[in-house]
């Protein structure tokens, strides 16, 4: 039996429930009477999804329609970043929402601290985009991992590979 356990840290999200979400939301806006009419389209690309409708009362709904459908689906607010809306052709607004993923190195820094600081019997890697917590009692992981769901932080934190 091994003597250390470990888990990581890591920032994700379900790409596919992402794109379920997205249907979802399409089909909401093609049926809404107040939506039907608005020329409402949503673009996925690899790092951020972009919506681009009528007017910015539409834009506003469209984003309600979103965070609806997303936490239906178990995704988690805090992956969309949503940008400042900019005024395109043809009356049109556009609006950017950039979708996080990984931990950035300032936030793995930060969380790795704090576990440090407040855990002396658990280390802390930084590996990435994800960190690596490694102790040799598992009470010291549930513990660290109690403190990190504690952490105001801006992106979902999940523990894989608890072991």
Known sequence: MADTYSFDVVSDFDRQELVNTLDQV????????????SGTEIDLEETSLTIT???DMTLQAVEDVLRQKATKR????????FQTPEAVGGNKVKQVVKLRKGLSQELA???SKTVRDELKKVT???QGESLRVTGKNKDDLQQ????????????PLQFENYR
């Open 53 to 55: 409708t009528a007017s």
């Open 26 to 37: 399409r089909r909401d806006v093609g049926q809404r009477f107040d939506l039907k009419d």
């Open 124 to 126: 802390v890697a930084i």
């Open 74 to 81: 178990n995704l988690s607010l805090k992956i969309f970043d």
């Open 144 to 155: 660290a991992i109690q403190l990190l769901k504690e952490q105001d932080v801006d992106v």
């Open 109 to 111: 820094k930060k969380l």
